[in-house]
């Protein structure tokens, strides 16, 4: 898999093409958020129990390989993905969420709970080829795009810390994918 990042990175680059290609899906090297054009910082895979579940892909204003940078920097950033798996219900994706959530902000787990249950009712079943965007907006909104449309946004500074630590965080959900999200992979 290394291998053929490696290659698809250099082709890429000796191309101009605008893309990555992450498991057969091309992910933009740049995104747009609140009028600002992101960079991708890195994209992998989600996996669990060997099933590819999404990719996500992180878009910051310019790269890091810092998680505590990545997630406090007061600017425009999203997280982008991609299902990959035939169907992740709505049951498994609030309870990770969730999980996440009580992993890695413990101290301020209850202070986030009624928001955590907002942005939880966002969701549905999400099928194969199905697209979530994450805008975390330099204001302290986090707004949430399911398939081009918007869901829904949440308040809160601290709320988008604890979301982008579910990925980023001491306690990620998928270590292998935050190291590719920081651009370590």
């Known amino acids: 898999m290394k291998i053929l990042w490696m290659v698809g990175l250099i082709l890429g680059l000796v191309t101009n093409a605008h893309a990555v290609e992450v498991e057969g899906v091309q992910v933009a090297d740049t995104a747009n958020v609140g009028g600002q054009t992101l960079v991708l910082n890195g994209a992998g895979v989600r996996t669990k129990f060997f099933f590819d579940i999404y990719i996500g892909a992180l878009y910051l204003p310019s790269k890091t390989e810092s998680a505590e940078t990545a997630i406090n920097s007061k600017t425009n950033k999203r997280v982008w993905m991609y299902f990959l798996y035939d169907e992740v219900s709505k049951d498994k994706l609030t309870?990770?969420?969730?999980?996440?959530?009580?992993?890695?902000?413990?101290?301020?787990?209850?202070?986030?709970?009624?928001?955590?249950?907002?942005?939880?009712?966002?969701?549905?079943?999400?099928?194969?080829?199905?697209?979530?965007?994450?805008?975390?907006?330099?204001?302290?909104?986090?707004?949430?795009?399911?398939?081009?449309?918007?869901?829904?946004?949440?308040?809160?500074?601290?709320?988008?810390?604890?979301?982008?630590?579910?990925?980023?965080?001491?306690?990620?959900?998928?270590?292998?994918?935050?190291?590719?999200?920081?651009?370590e992979d």
């Open 95 to 183: 309870h990770g969420w969730t999980k996440g959530f009580e992993k890695n902000s413990k101290t301020n787990f209850e202070q986030l709970q009624a928001r955590l249950n907002q942005f939880n009712s966002f969701f549905r079943d999400m099928k194969k080829g199905d697209t979530v965007a994450y805008n975390f907006n330099a204001d302290g909104t986090t707004a949430v795009i399911i398939n081009g449309k918007p869901a829904g946004s949440i308040a809160g500074e601290d709320f988008q810390h604890a979301l982008l630590a579910v990925w980023l965080g001491k306690k990620p959900a998928d270590g292998d994918l935050k190291k590719a999200m920081l651009g």
